[in-house]
């Protein structure tokens, strides 16, 4: 089976001339079903840049970028946006909940705009309110929730359909530690159902939850190990997918 993302020489020089910076050189990486990836590094060395171009916010300079065995060189621009839809989900620090919607139509809203049924989408989007135990908050507003719950909000909408590459940012930066090692259950719990996740972070501590750390430095891999053993391994039997 193909990796849910592999990442070939993929190299991002931003800018041109003297003003050029090569944020990305020549980066290998792939990324299995059910696998979570850790991305560590110092500041600058290139970590957003990955995961952008991983998602294809961003286009490599050269290089390739495989979702599922398919290529996103030469894909069409609409393609690729509607592969971002369907497949791939965000999860960023700073939430990017749309402040005038409900969180039930924050889920949905990216549903909806795949074609999706509103009926059907809000279905969809109730039931991922559900398994993070928000159904009670489905009509609020981000401003009437706490920084746990929008993250978690953020994360239903990034778990929604079929996604199948969740890709997150300091995904838990702004929250206290508690909420951060939910969130962290539960980008596991969809890798146990067969996603795969790519995890920015500079917290050595949430990096021991992923199956795999890798180091970049100065916009090359330089090391790739796995984690010690960490709070993971203490949940196998919590974070198993539910019946
Ligand atoms: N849009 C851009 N235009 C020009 N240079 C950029 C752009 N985005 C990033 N860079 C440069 O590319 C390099 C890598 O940046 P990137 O944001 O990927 O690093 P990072 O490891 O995520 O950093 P941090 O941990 O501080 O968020 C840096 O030198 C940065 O200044």
Redesign the pocket.
């Known amino acids: 089976m193909s990796p849910v993302l592999e990442m070939r020489g993929v190299s991002k020089v931003?800018?041109e001339g003297p003003a050029a910076?090569k944020?990305l050189t020549g980066v290998d990486l792939s990324v299995e079903s059910g696998t979570m990836v850790a991305v560590m590094?110092?500041?600058?060395?290139?970590?957003?840049?990955?995961l952008t171009i991983a998602g294809s916010l961003e286009e490599p300079t050269s290089g390739e970028v495989l979702v599922e065995g398919t290529s996103l060189v030469g894909m069409s621009r609409n393609d690729r946006a509607r592969m971002r839809r369907r497949r791939v989900g965000y999860v960023f620090q700073d939430f990017n909940l749309l402040a005038g919607l409900t969180a039930v139509e924050n889920i949905t809203l990216p549903l909806e705009l795949d074609g999706m049924r509103p009926k059907a989408a809000r279905e969809a989007g109730l039931e991922a309110l559900g398994e993070l135990d928000l159904t009670d908050r489905a009509g609020h507003y981000p401003d009437e929730l706490s920084g746990g719950q929008r993250q978690r909000v953020a994360i239903a909408r990034a778990i929604v359909g079929d996604r199948r590459l969740l890709l997150a940012d300091e995904p838990t930066g702004a929250l206290d530690s508690v909420s951060g090692e939910g969130v962290m259950r539960l980008l596991k719990v969809a890798c146990r159902r067969g996603a795969a996740a790519v995890l920015?972070t500079?917290d050595a501590h949430l990096a021991s939850w992923a199956d795999r750390v890798v180091f970049?430095r100065d916009?090359v891999v330089v090391d790739q190990t796995a984690p010690p053993a960490g709070p993971e391994s203490l949940l196998a039997v919590e974070t198993e997918p539910r019946a």
């Open positions: 931003y800018g910076v944020a590094g110092p500041s600058g060395s290139g970590k957003s840049t990955l920015v500079h970049v916009g």
